[in-house]
């Protein structure tokens, strides 16, 4: 699953999903992305299971609000929060790396 800012063309086994609310964009579709992957992961490749049928009732978790309602900006909150962790952990392997291609030089060097 990937998430489409623009419409586009697509082939006849591809299923599009479309939100039914306004405000949709790249971060909150992380979430759902994220959500609907865990709920779909049983499904294979081929399979009656992307039956449009099945896919509509398919139960995926999201945040809620104290009034019921799909809390959008938690999800923001959250999926940010998790790239910052992606970033940070990147950060910190590519500084392993580096660090280690230092000192392989300094030992070639001696």
Do not use: C, H
Request: aromatic share 14%; hydrophobic share 40%.
């Amino acid at each position: 699953m990937f998430y489409q800012e623009k419409p586009y063309f697509t082939a006849d086994k591809i299923k599009i999903v479309v939100p039914k609310f306004t405000g949709f964009d790249n971060t909150i579709a992380q979430f759902f992305i994220t959500s609907m992957s865990k709920s779909f992961s049983t499904f294979t490749w081929g399979s009656s299971s992307y039956n449009v049928k099945i896919i509509n009732a398919q139960k995926i978790k999201i945040l809620i609000n104290s009034n019921g309602q799909p809390d959008y900006d938690r999800m923001r909150l959250f999926i940010r929060a998790m790239q910052k962790l992606i970033i940070k952990n990147v950060v910190q392997w590519q500084d392993k790396q580096i660090e280690a291609t230092k000192r392989i030089v300094s030992e070639k060097n001696k």
